[in-house]
């Protein structure tokens, strides 16, 4: 894509190994880095709107719905990690763009530290929200998988959301939760289930020591899904990551606490030329 693309703003669909993907690209002025915002189990890419709201203009963004999720193609399931991958990678490529910076919250996490396994020259720092290299257990994936091929996800959704988000939140913005509780049933069960099926049997944990670009570990300090604790431990796992627990934020700070999410970002960014003359 030519540099005209990251200009101005599109929304777009591109056809990725038979499976189309949709997309959002928000444009920056020539120069600008270029960050790409991977979501979480059961979201689409407008979890990150008030995040991105505050961003744009310092950043080319890109913000994508993985396989199976929000308006791409649900694909053949069930799914492997290395199938979301495979997606961020060709859309990556498609675009022309390397040297990313990739901010994946729960299996985005995931996503973004397979990316990087996978294909270095594609990321330049990581930031990894709320996220570990191993998620869960075996038999937790498939409770999940058996009850909602049982009875659908709304059949566990209130189970979810307690671990999204905080009770204060719950408590206190019941029309965004009732929409998040939309968003969540809206997701095609053979999509939601086909990335359980991915999260269970990944393991990323022996390619985070060898993470070597900057890192940013993030984490709401009531997430119910990935405690602040595991995510601490996957700091330790990667040289020189860096470690931050934001308060009042369940699983998905992104929504809960945009402004302070936002503000981390900057705050890590704005050290990336430092580490490259470091690194050099």
Not at 4 to 26: D, P
Not at 50 to 56: A, K, Q, T, Y
Not at 134 to 150: C, F, V
Request: glycine share 10%.
């Amino acid at each position: 894509m030519s540099d005209e693309a990251f200009k101005g703003t599109t929304v777009q669909f591109v056809n990725i190994a038979g499976n189309t993907l949709h997309y959002q690209l928000i444009g920056a002025p020539e120069g600008k880095p270029v960050i790409v915002f991977s979501n979480s189990l059961g979201t689409d890419f407008r979890i990150w709107r008030d995040v991105i709201v505050r961003l744009v203009g310092e950043f080319a963004i890109i913000t994508y719905d993985k396989r199976g999720h929000g308006l791409s193609d649900l694909g053949n399931t069930p799914y492997s990690m290395d199938d979301h991958v495979d997606d961020l990678e060709g859309l990556l490529d498609f675009l022309n763009v390397s040297d990313a910076i990739i901010c994946g919250l729960s299996v985005g996490g995931m996503i973004a530290q397979g990316l990087y396994a996978r294909r270095p020259d594609l990321v330049n720092a990581l930031i990894l929200c709320d996220t570990a290299p191993k998620i869960g257990t075996q038999s937790l994936w498939n409770d999940r998988i058996d009850a909602i091929e049982k009875d659908g996800i709304g059949s566990i959704a209130d189970i979810i959301l307690e671990r999204w988000f905080t009770r204060k939140f719950r408590e206190e913005q019941p029309e965004e939760l009732a929409g998040y509780r939309n968003m969540l049933c809206r997701i095609p069960a053979a999509g939601y289930a086909g990335t359980c099926a991915a999260l269970r049997d990944a393991d990323l944990t022996a390619q985070a020591g060898r993470i070597a670009v900057p890192t940013l570990c993030i984490v709401g300090d009531e997430d119910g899904s990935t405690p602040p604790e595991l995510v601490g431990e996957m700091a330790k796992l990667i040289p020189e990551a860096r470690y931050q627990v934001i308060p009042g934020a369940g699983h998905l700070p992104c929504i809960e606490q945009p402004v302070v999410l936002a503000d981390a970002i900057r705050a890590f960014t704005d050290l990336l030329p430092q580490f490259e003359v470091e690194n050099s």
